[in-house]
């Protein structure tokens, strides 16, 4: 207790004239002390068990039993108070064997040891009362300890505390389960755990974050387990990094999923991809199968049946064009190169694959279908020329779906600014499968007009 407030004092002394000017010295003096006076061992403690008092003034020397034995009996009630032992002129041993059985201090029977007590009593109350509140605090602070302690121990991630130099100073039974470590932490190096390729500190991000501070975030593989890894740094008042938090948090089932998850979408675009080839296949079997008939339908035309194969054999080779970009896809085959191409060429070609569709059946479905050219000579650009024309074949084949009771459809080649430029007409919707097919597969730039539908290509 401050001595701010009214001091409560028990004075244990049998003289009354002793007592009498002890308690004057202490009330007299400009300190505040309320003393109590108690005349033999028997009622100090009686009076002991019914009061809290700040301190103790006892006289070694108590009829039947001596200051030092009635110290054992307050340390028997656990009466936490400090004791003034005063003792005879010359009895320092005494004094000092009772300072070891728990007393705070002595004054002897000097001249003017009754001027020294007020002073040395509040010294002693100061001084126990700053004992309490260091032992209080500490109580606070073991059980905050101990409360993140128990928090540490039953998380459900890996907590280690490194030191300044790589070493684990602590480490909860999630991180010792995740790192296959004991209780033996002195001697375990946390990059050693990490970097079993002999590299050290300088390589590993524990180290690096001892060098830099802040925080690291990162994932490392151990045991065959993936973590994910959080480490920050606590720094000292002079700035220097002086230890490490680490995080681990087992992230291998997640991975696992993750990675069945791309599987799986992988899988969906191979689907959608086989889809797409397969309507490309029907496309070329379609050039292929119907000059063929037009060729057993008519072999009296040589030049025409050699027109026909060549268009077939074109068609064949495209075909072989898809299943190579099949191979591009799933790593097989490397990535093709670009070449010369005239892109007129490419457009008739186009044409006459398609011709069966747009020339025979239609009439004979009696449909009337009219196919015009507009071609702006020597137009070169550089491509894939098997490309170019899937993308024109199909293009001509969702116009023709687009007109089933006839029309017109008008194909321009012309120079747009630097750019080779295929329109045509009228105006077609394409589905998101052949958007993409043109995107992938030509590496062209596909714009929609409200009038036409134009193919840009930069010019040779």
Known sequence: MGLLNMASILLVED????????????????????????ISAEECLNMLVGRDYDAIVMDYSLPRRNGLEILQDIEKLSYDVPVVMITSHGDERIAVESIKRGAYDYVTKSDDYLAKLPLVLQKAIEAHEMARERAELQNKIEESENRLRNIFDNVEVGIVEVNDDCSISYANPKAKHYLNIDDNLQDTNICALFMGNGKGCASCEVGKCLKNGGSVSYEIEHNNRQFSATINAIKGNDGSVKQLVQVLMDVTEQRELQNQLVQSERIGALGRMASGVAHDFNNILAAILGRAELM?????????????????????????????????????????????????????????????????????????????????????????????????????????????????????????????????????????????????????????????????????
């Open 296 to 460: 057993l339908m008519d072999t009296s035309d040589k030049e025409k049946t050699e027109r026909d194969l060549r268009t077939i054999q074109q068609a064949a080779l495209d075909g072989a064009e898809t299943v190579r970009r099949i191979q591009e896809y799933t790593g097989v085959a490397k990535q093709k190169e670009f070449t010369g191409i005239n892109v007129n060429g490419i457009v008739q070609d186009a044409l006459r694959m398609t011709e069966p569709r747009w020339k025979d059946q239609t009439q004979r479905d009696g449909v009337k279908m009219d196919v015009s050219l507009d071609l702006e000579s020597q137009l070169n650009t550089t491509g894939s020329a098997s490309d170019l024309r899937e993308v024109l074949t199909n293009m001509i084949f969702n116009a023709l779906d687009a007109m089933p009771g006839g029309g017109e459809l008008r194909l321009k080649t012309y120079d747009d600014g630097g750019h080779v430029c295929i329109s045509m007409n009228p105006k077609i919707l394409y589905s998101s499968r052949f958007l993409i097919a043109c995107l992938l597969y030509a590496e062209i730039s596909i714009t929609l007009f409200t009038e036409e539908d134009r193919v840009l290509w930069k010019k040779h």
């Open 15 to 38: 003289n009354d004239d002793h007592a009498i000017l002890a308690q004057a010295a202490l009330s007299g003096s400009d300190r505040m002390f309320d003393v109590e006076r108690a």
